[in-house]
């Protein structure tokens, strides 16, 4: 079975402002075929445009029962995958460690209700904005972090590919203020 690939960014610009505009960038890729998504929220945040990013990804599958590899320079989002967060939010009524609630619930609660349609997710963390044409570029510094974040079966070649589908996302992400109106 081929694996379904999602190549996710998020971003905010004026970030914490009351006045602000966010854009979010998705890829899916299954074997030969690319699908690019793409939109944006007025007064919004990086995490929020990360997570919107992740769950427009999940809401254009067609099918369920999937084995899916995620790809996001969001540790936020990756992490609390990987590292299993949202179950203890869910045992303490959707409190975090300092009781507080959850930012994002409805978020949060949406992505899980997609992930769990799913056979087989697996979430890697990749170093967003890296320049791929530079010369000062230190692509083997930048490939050791990555194995270090998300295990060693992954080739240099693998590494660049990911870096520039990663690189394809975050292009996606830069909205103007007219596409959202």
């Known amino acids: 079975m081929t694996v379904l690939r999602i190549y996710t960014d998020g971003g905010c610009s004026g970030n914490q402002s009351d006045e602000n505009i966010g854009g979010w960038g998705a890829i899916l890729e299954f074997g030969e075929n690319k699908k690019e998504l793409r939109g944006g929220e007025l007064n919004t945040t990086n995490n929020r445009m990360e997570m919107t990013a992740l769950l427009e990804a999940f809401k ?5 029962g999937l084995e899916i590899e995620i790809f996001s320079d969001s540790s936020y989002l990756m992490n609390c995958f990987r590292e299993k967060w949202y179950e203890t939010w869910r045992r303490n009524g959707w409190k975090n460690s300092q009781k507080k609630p959850v930012e994002n619930r409805e978020l949060w609660e949406a992505l899980l ?3 769990e349609k799913h056979r087989s997710l697996k979430f890697y963390r990749v170093k967003g904005h890296v320049n791929l044409n530079s010369k000062s570029t230190n692509f083997d510094a930048l490939y050791e972090k990555f194995l270090e974040w998300n295990g060693a079966s992954f080739t240099f070649e693998d590494f660049k590919y990911i870096t520039m589908m990663n690189n394809r ?3 996606l992400c830069n909205i103007s203020i007219d596409e959202l109106r």
């Open 60 to 64: 254009a599958l067609k099918k369920e």
């Open 113 to 115: 209700s997609e992930t």
């Open 169 to 171: 996302a975050d292009e």
